[in-house]
């Protein structure tokens, strides 16, 4: 199981960025895939998940309704689209995934995590 994350960068507040994860040697379409940040000094934290077929989502009350996250299981590519960003977004973003049922969306125990895509906003 492989995770590939991309699109990080530098962007200046108030600003977007989308960030992708792109997933090989699995099931991409039975998996829960989520976001996780971890900024310097700090613990890793949930960000955003979907469900299996992307009828769930689920964010966490920092990001919600700044972040969008959502799925192309014919790609096997998961994305968060981040609007409206902020100086304490700046963190280190990780995709994960799990196998989960399709009515579970979890926000722990994820088994397959990517390398991280840095994103920094300047204030």
């Known amino acids: 199981v492989q995770l590939q994350a991309s699109g990080g960068g530098l962007v200046q507040a108030g600003g977007s960025l989308r960030i992708s994860c792109v997933a090989s040697?699995?099931?991409?379409?039975?998996?829960?895939m989520a976001w996780f940040r971890q900024a310097p000094g700090k613990e890793r934290e949930f960000v955003a998940g979907?469900?299996?077929?992307?009828?769930?989502?689920d964010y966490a009350d920092s990001v919600k309704g700044r972040f969008t996250i959502s799925r192309d299981n014919s790609k096997k590519t998961v994305h968060l689209q981040m609007n409206s960003l902020k100086y304490e977004d700046t963190a280190v973003y990780y995709c994960?995934?799990?196998?989960?049922?399709?009515?579970?969306?979890?926000?722990?125990?994820?088994?397959?995590w990517g390398q991280g895509t840095q994103v920094t906003v300047a204030p």
């Open positions: 040697g699995r099931s991409f379409s039975r998996s829960a």
């Open positions: 994960a995934a799990r196998d989960a049922i399709i009515t579970h969306l979890p926000r722990e125990n994820y088994v397959y």
């Open positions: 979907i469900s299996r077929n992307g009828g769930m989502t």
